[in-house]
T-cell receptor
Framework: EAGVAQSPRYKIIEKRQSVAFWCNPISGHATLYWYQQILGQGPKLLIQFQNNGVVDDSQLPKDRFSAERLKGVDSTLKIQPAKLEDSAVYLC?????????????FGDGTRLSIL | DAKTTQPPSMDCAEGRAANLPCNHSTISGNEYVYWYRQIHSQGPQYIIHGLKNNETNEMASLIITEDRKSSTLILPHATLRDTAVYYCIVKSGGSNYKLTFGKGTLLTVNP
């Protein structure tokens, strides 16, 4: 079974530029998550989708971050404009459903560096 | 979600069992205990989870105390590739759940 695919693996941009990350979840997984992991910390949830609907985006900085999952499969996360504090690894995860008994499976993330 | 407490670091000799403890004294009846690990430059890897019974899979065993206030992840024969940060997470069984990661335990397996 193929895992969660993310691209690009690395991205370097200057502050105030925009950037987008792509995620392809495990086939058949209805629930998709985006996490942000700052160096030295555990991942923090940004947004959760159930199919193509948003379940939880309470931690998403909506003034600069946006995410979509138009057809209920792939997802993109965008940052515009980027700030220095956005330097982090952006992780995508998916699970069969959104219940507590369904483990999430993670991709290897996109490492974003802001100059 | 209930908060978890883990030691910041542990060492283990290669080939020996690694026993990673986790305290979750405020856990509720419908909350699962999840374990993930993160090897450098990779995403978190799911290991195992349980509700009240002990669980075993090809990677590890999870022992949950009868009062559910603590648990232990056991890697039966640690290898150098098991060196990673191990996260113990308590998650509710509701329909809108997220993983709240703490700082975890850095397990170093020594040759």
């Amino acid at each position: 079974e193929a895992g969660v695919a993310q691209s690009p693996r690395y991205k370097i941009i200057e502050k105030r530029q925009s950037v987008a990350f792509w995620c392809n979840p495990i086939s058949g997984h209805a629930t998709l998550y985006w996490y942000q992991q700052i160096l030295g910390q555990g991942p923090k949830l940004l947004i959760q989708f159930q199919n193509n609907g948003v379940v939880d985006d309470s931690q998403l900085p909506k003034d600069r971050f946006s995410a979509e999952r138009l057809k209920g499969v792939d997802s993109t996360l965008k940052i515009q404009p980027a700030k220095l504090e956005d330097s982090a690894v952006y992780l995508c995860a998916s699970s069969l459903g959104g219940t507590g008994n369904q483990p999430q499976h993670f991709g290897d993330g996109t490492r974003l560096s802001i100059l | 979600d209930a908060k978890t407490t883990q030691p910041p670091s542990m060492d283990c000799a290669e080939g020996r069992a690694a026993n990673l403890p986790c305290n979750h004294s405020t856990i509720s009846g419908n909350e699962y205990v999840y374990w993930y690990r993160q090897i450098h430059s990779q995403g978190p890897q799911y290991i195992i989870h349980g509700l009240k019974n002990n669980e075993t899979n090809e990677m590890a065993s999870l022992i949950i105390t009868e009062d559910r206030k603590s648990s232990t992840l056991i890697l039966p024969h640690a290898t150098l590739r098991d060196t990673a940060v191990y996260y113990c997470i308590v998650k509710s069984g509701g329909s809108n759940y997220k993983l709240t990661f703490g700082k975890g335990t850095l397990l170093t397996v020594n040759p």
